[in-house]
């Protein structure tokens, strides 16, 4: 597994799929990209 941290936008456009983490007062939320339910299941 490669990780790569970027806040630049186009950076994250190239990559088909991501794992995106989110930080809010609440606490931090992840989003998975270009996965499909059935396949991350």
Do not use: N
């Not at 989110?22 to 299941?41: F, L």
């Amino acid at each position: 597994m490669i990780g790569i941290i970027s806040h630049v936008t186009e950076l994250k456009e190239l990559m088909p799929y991501r794992l995106d983490v989110m930080s809010s007062r609440g606490g931090s939320t992840v989003k998975i990209q270009g996965v499909s339910k059935s396949k991350a299941c």
